[in-house]
């Protein structure tokens, strides 16, 4: 396999209820991304790791949001009492390189529903 | 706040005719990177030109960059049915995209 993969690719939940969300980056890519997609808007960037550090999260990213990648590979995004704002396409993305702005490799992303 | 932004919003053009759509940002930049997403499909790199190009090809592809201007345009040349998708920029200071010009090819 030598995309980004994501799971689950949909998630339907209740409001209030925590979800949790993984990505595998490319194996060699030293930087993951975390964006979230809203119909017919552009990515919205949530936050970055290099390896395994967080070196950048949006003022998007509420204390309700929390991203770990715990040994620079996979990541998770875990979202607390979940609300219908949250309801979007949440993406991942990876790429390799000393400096940001090299090419990133999307994942397919997860779809998050929340009744 | 939005770095890249992409106009027009919508673009609908016959099979065959070129494409031609507009990036513009805030800040200076190393390089500027043009992305496609088709409908239900997640998003792909699909040329980056740095700052100390003007011009890049690749295929039926032509991205020019003005530094001076803040702005990039992307041409897609004899367009086909298939290039239907939403385009977007995004600058390496933060990769921050905006909100895509929606591309319509009609056979």
């Known amino acids: 396999d030598t995309g980004v993969s994501q799971n689950p690719r949909h998630k339907i939940t209740k409001r209030g209820q925590n979800v949790t969300f993984r990505c595998d980056p490319i194996s060699e890519h030293n930087r993951l991304y975390w964006y979230r997609q809203t119909l017919g808007q552009g990515p919205e960037f949530l936050t970055y790791f290099q390896n395994e550090a967080q070196l950048e999260k949006s003022r998007l990213l509420s204390d309700r949001f929390s991203a770990e990648r715990p040994k620079g590979s996979f990541s998770t995004l875990e979202i607390q009492r979940t609300e219908q704002g949250d309801s979007a396409m949440y993406l991942c993305a990876s790429s390799s390189g000393l400096r940001r702005g090299n090419e990133q490799f999307f994942g397919p992303g997860t779809r998050l529903t929340v009744l | 706040s939005q770095q890249g932004e992409e106009d027009p919003q919508a673009l609908s053009i016959q099979e065959g005719e070129n494409a031609t759509m507009n990036c513009s940002y805030k800040t200076s930049i190393n390089n500027l990177q043009w992305y496609r997403q088709n409908s239900g499909r997640g998003l792909v790199h699909l040329i980056l030109?740095?700052?100390?190009?003007r011009e890049k090809h690749s295929g039926r592809l032509r991205v020019t960059l003005d530094t001076s201007k803040k702005s990039s345009s992307l041409l897609i040349t004899a367009s086909r049915a298939a290039d239907t998708a939403s385009y977007f920029c995004a600058t390496d200071d933060d990769m921050r995209f905006g909100a895509g010009t929606r591309l319509t090819v009609k056979p």
């Open positions: 030109i740095r700052s100390n190009e």
